[in-house]
């Protein structure tokens, strides 16, 4: 037996970020959109809202709402990256913050096949 006190602290981050704590289990997320998306999915049955297909959390009814629109197949679809979404508006929004466009149009996608979540 021989100790091993060999901690290697890998550090490709590069520089610290605060992010997003997630109060339920203290891990970081870089946006607020990912720590939404982590908690409504790992501390789901904290949260008010349940989606009875999938057992995803949602603190509002009008969360939960549109998250039961994702078990129809109805999607809006981010044309750059292919990401898909629920609401036309989170597309629009994630093409100007990642992508820095606007312009390119917003394909809506009927996929019955492949919820995604
Ligand atoms: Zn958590
Ligand atoms: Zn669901
Ligand atoms: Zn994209």
Same mark, same amino acid.
């Given at each position: 037996m021989k100790p091993s006190q060999s901690q290697k602290a890998t550090s490709h981050t590069g520089g610290m970020n605060l992010g997003q704590l997630c109060p339920h289990c203290a891990m970081h997320f870089n946006t607020v959109f990912d720590l939404k998306t982590h908690i409504s999915w790992? +501390? $789901?049955?904290?949260?008010?809202y349940r989606c009875k297909e999938c057992g995803r959390g949602y603190n509002t009814s009008g969360g939960l709402h549109l998250h039961k629109k994702t078990h129809k197949g109805v999607f809006y679809r981010?044309?750059?990256?292919?990401l898909r979404f629920v609401q036309k508006s989170s597309v629009k929004r994630h093409m100007i913050n990642? +992508? $820095?466009?606007?312009?390119t149009p917003i394909e809506r996608v009927h996929d019955f096949t492949n919820t995604f979540g």
């Open positions: 790992v +501390h $789901g049955h904290l949260l008010p981010c044309p750059i990256c292919l990642l +992508h $820095g466009d606007s312009h």
